[in-house]
C-alpha cells in the first residue's frame, strides 16, 4: 500500500477531498486519463468528471480504483464520507434555483413525481411529508415549493415544456380528493399559451431517462444547463459536452410522448375515471 500523504493544505469538504484524492493517485502513477480508462475499462471522461468534482462515480468504479492504486479501501471510505455529505448537494440546489429564476425557457422529464411548478399544495403536502418534513418546517417547504410557481405567471413567463410519464399519473394521492384538485390543475395548465404538455405512455417501454428525472434551462446568454434529480439529491451539469447527451436523450423521450392535444385528452380521461364522490 503506498504511503499516505500528508493532506495540510488540502479541502476539508469531503467531496472536494475525494476528486483532490482521485486525481493525485493519477498523477502520482503517472498515467492519463485516457490510460487509466483503458486499464479499467471505464468511459475516460468519467475520470475526468471525477477529479473535477462534477460527479462522484459509482461504488463499483471506486472499488476499482482503490484495487488499481492498492489503496486496500481507502478511496471507498473517503467515497462514503463524500456521498453522504449534503452540504454540496444544498448548493448545487441553491445555485440551480438561481439559474431557473433567470430562465428564458424551461424543459423537463418527470419519472414518477409531478414536476413541483405543476403540483398544487395537498400534493405537495402528501410529497414532502413523505419525505421527513413535519410540523412548521413542512407548511414552510410547501409554500416555498408553490411560491416558485410564480414563475409561470405574467405575460414575460418562460415557456415551458414538460413530458410526464404514465407512472406520474398513476401515482394518486392517497386523499382522493385532493389527487383529483392535482389532475385538474394539471389539465387546467396544459391549457396555457406558455405551457406545453407531453405524456410518454407506459407502452413506450424503456429510453434514455427511465430513470433520470432532469430539468433543463436556458439562460439568458444562450447556455443551457441541465439538473438531473433524485429523491435524495440532485446534480447540476454545466459542462457543455455532458448537457448535450443528456438532451439528445430528452429528444428521443419526447418522440416516444403523445402529442400536446393527445396528451391533455389522457389527463381528462383519468379524470373521468375517478369517482365522483371522493369519499368513495
Not at 47 to 61: I, N, S
Not at 259 to 274: C, I
Request: aromatic share 8%.
Amino acid at each position: 500500500m503506498p504511503p499516505r500523504r500528508v493532506i495540510t493544505g488540502r479541502s476539508q469538504e469531503p467531496r472536494q477531498r475525494f476528486a483532490e484524492e482521485v486525481r493525485l493517485l493519477r498523477t502520482g502513477r503517472g498515467v492519463s486519463l485516457r490510460q487509466l480508462g483503458e486499464r479499467l475499462g471505464w468511459d475516460w471522461s468519467l475520470f475526468g468528471k471525477m477529479e473535477k468534482g462534477e460527479t462522484l462515480g459509482g461504488p463499483e468504479v471506486v472499488q476499482a480504483l482503490d484495487t488499481y492504486y492498492g489503496t486496500t479501501g481507502m478511496l471507498l471510505a473517503m467515497w462514503e464520507l463524500a456521498a453522504g455529505d449534503k452540504s454540496q448537494f444544498r448548493e448545487r440546489y441553491r445555485r440551480y434555483m438561481g439559474l431557473e429564476a433567470e430562465a428564458v425557457s424551461l424543459w423537463h422529464f418527470a419519472v414518477s413525481v409531478m414536476p413541483g411548478l405543476l403540483q398544487t399544495p395537498g400534493y405537495a403536502r402528501e410529497l414532502l411529508a413523505a419525505g421527513g418534513f413535519k410540523g412548521d418546517e413542512l407548511t414552510q417547504q410547501v409554500e416555498a415549493r408553490i411560491g416558485r410557481q410564480e414563475l409561470l405567471e405574467g405575460e414575460d413567463a418562460p415557456p415551458f415544456r414538460t413530458i410526464l410519464s404514465e407512472a406520474v399519473l398513476r401515482t394518486a394521492l392517497r386523499d382522493a380528493g385532493e389527487w383529483r384538485r392535482q389532475l385538474e390543475h394539471l389539465a387546467e395548465m396544459a391549457e396555457r399559451s406558455n405551457l406545453t404538455l407531453h405524456v410518454l405512455p407506459q407502452g413506450a417501454g424503456l429510453h434514455g431517462l427511465s430513470s433520470t428525472d432532469v430539468w433543463f434551462l436556458r439562460l439568458p446568454d444562450a447556455r443551457t444547463v441541465a439538473y438531473t434529480e433524485h429523491g435524495y439529491g440532485g446534480e447540476l451539469i454545466e459542462e457543455h459536452v455532458a448537457v448535450e447527451r443528456i438532451q439528445r436523450a430528452y429528444d428521443a423521450t419526447r418522440d416516444l410522448a403523445l402529442p400536446p392535444a393527445e396528451s391533455l385528452k389522457f389527463v381528462l380521461r383519468m379524470l373521468e375515471e375517478l369517482p365522483c364522490d371522493s369519499s368513495t
